[in-house]
């Protein structure tokens, strides 16, 4: 069985909500939670824009074309998900992160991505 780490958010309090429509999360339980077996960190939750979803595309990580043999819908702009904190960094660096939810931000993101990088992208308060 796999086990959880603790669902605790970046400031160290209970990790919010991410997504319930579309289901998000490496245990597709709507919070960015995270374990040891989830190799890409799948820590930050993310607003998709249509400009984040091209370069996702772009780079290798078709997000928006619907995989239904994953049951995955595909996702539009407006959207959150839990993205891989490597991928956020990557599009931090190239000038196009979306913004963050940063309450629904799982704190493991942090070994990746600073606080201050999530803080500037962080969207209102939700």
């Given at each position: 069985m796999i086990e959880k780490d603790p669902s605790v958010n970046v400031f160290g309090d209970p990790i919010m909500t991410c997504s319930t429509q579309p289901v998000t999360g490496f245990f597709r339980d709507g919070c960015c939670n995270t374990c040891a077996e989830d190799q890409g960190s799948h820590t930050v939750c993310a607003i998709m824009t249509?400009?984040?979803l091209a370069y996702?595309?772009?780079?290798?990580?078709d997000l928006s074309t619907s995989r239904p043999e994953y049951g995955f819908i595909g996702l539009n702009?407006?959207?959150a998900w839990c993205l891989c904190a490597s991928r956020f960094l990557q599009a931090h660096n190239e000038g196009c992160a979306p913004k963050v939810k940063i309450q629904a931000t799982h704190k493991?993101?942090?070994?990746?991505?600073?606080?201050?990088?999530?803080q500037k992208h962080a969207?209102?308060?939700h």
């Open positions: 249509a400009e984040f996702s595309k772009y780079v290798g990580n702009p407006g959207d493991s993101a942090l070994d990746i991505v600073s606080i201050e990088i999530l969207a209102g308060t």
